[in-house]
T-cell receptor
Framework: QQPVQSPQAVILREGEDAVINCSSS?????VHWYRQKHGEAPVFLMI?????EQKGHEKISASFNEKKQQSSLYLTASQLSYSGTYFC???????????FGTGTRLQVTL | SQTIHQWPATLVQPVGSPLSLECTVE??????LYWYRQAAGRGLQLLFY??????ISSEVPQNLSASRPQDRQFILSSKKLLLSDSGFYLC?????????FGPGTRLTVL
């Protein structure tokens, strides 16, 4: 079953923060985050493997609450380059197959 | 370093025509390989995955098939395209728990 992402879309001014959530109805082995620019392939951001794990990538970080089967992506002091659609991919442990959420469209404006 | 290639980049085909999309990976051996489809404005749907030569698992019953004739080659095919086959087709390779996407093929069926 497809993980649910929220919000569906968000508009930020440059420098503002955002949180994107990803919830699954199944127990998760890992959560993967990708960003996709319009017309391009998704780009890998980070993977979270353990419950409670947090990772950071420049001003983008994420957490994974294994118990709640949720992950959140935190974008701090957003830049114009952060615009795009963010997808979470959840892995229940079968051949590293990912089930992707419907995406969150993020637009950063001046 | 690893690279993944897909071709063609874009394709316009009439309904009922055959299809062959190719994906090759360089710089790694025995990767997991995946085919995804993304309809316009939608999320990523896993179509097929392969853990080795000749080993293909289908995720969604459909008009498409996949083959893996060589370790780093993954082919998506159809004998007769339908209008609903239009979309952005992405090949991905996996190393451990991570997946990396190729540049994609944009297919329009008319």
């Amino acid at each position: 079953q497809q993980p649910v992402q929220s919000p569906q879309a968000v508009i930020l001014r440059e420098g503002e923060d955002a949180v994107i959530n990803c919830s699954s109805s199944k127990a998760l082995y890992s959560v993967h985050w990708y960003r996709q620019k319009h017309g391009e392939a998704p780009v890998f951001l980070m993977i979270l493997l353990k419950g409670g794990e947090q990772k950071g990538h420049e001003k983008i970080s994420a957490s994974f609450n294994e118990k709640k089967q949720q992950s959140s992506l935190y974008l701090t002091a957003s830049q114009l380059s952060y615009s795009g659609t963010y997808f979470c991919g959840t892995d229940t442990g079968t051949a590293s197959k990912l089930t992707f959420g419907t995406g969150t469209r993020l637009q950063v404006t001046l | 370093s690893q690279t993944i290639h897909q071709w063609p980049a874009t394709l316009v085909q009439p309904v009922g025509s055959p299809l062959s999309l190719e994906c090759t990976v360089e710089g790694t051996s025995n990767p997991n390989l995946y085919w995804y489809r993304q309809a316009a404005g939608r999320g990523l749907q896993l179509l097929f995955y392969s853990v080795g030569i000749g080993q293909i698992s289908s995720e969604v019953p459909q008009n498409l098939s996949a083959s893996r004739p060589q370790d780093r080659q993954f082919i998506l095919s159809s004998k007769k395209l339908l209008l609903s086959d239009s979309g952005f087709y992405l090949c991905a390779w996996g190393r451990g728990n991570e997946q990396f996407f190729g540049p994609g093929t944009r297919l329009t069926v008319l």
